[in-house]
């Protein structure tokens, strides 16, 4: 799809356009199918980088979303998603598999957002 009219599509879409052109539908060869896309390429940039060939899937997420818009990909890089993606992360803390530890975790959080 990409290569024939510079669209992509997320992995799971990718899948379903896949399986409708492999379905054999004689009866119906002059019905239009419609597949219903609900993700943007952008949330597995690090799997269609590798694909599309256009970046390294190690790179940061800014530069996959900036080189996959650079590749005339359609739809283009949403503005939100590019803002959090060049965002300064809010959480760094690793938290251990205690519960007591989550929950004080989630409790530091809660408290500095107020």
């Not at 409708?20 to 219903?36: T, Y």
């Not at 938290?95 to 500095?112: M, N, T, Y």
Request: hydrophobic share 40%; glycine share 6%; no cysteine.
């Amino acid at each position: 799809m990409f290569e024939r009219t510079g669209y992509l599509l997320d992995p799971h879409t990718a899948v379903a356009k896949h399986v409708v052109d492999s379905a054999p539908r004689p009866d119906e060869a002059d019905v239009p199918m419609l597949i219903s896309s609900t993700a943007h390429y952008g949330k597995f940039a690090s799997d269609v980088v590798d694909i599309v060939g256009v970046s390294d899937a190690g790179a940061a997420p800014a530069t996959m979303l900036d080189e996959l818009g650079a590749a005339a990909a359609q739809p283009r890089p949403h503005a939100q998603l590019l803002d959090v993606v060049n965002r300064e992360p809010l959480h760094k803390t690793v938290v251990g598999p205690e519960l007591d530890e989550v929950k004080a975790q989630i409790r530091s959080f809660l408290d500095r957002t107020r």
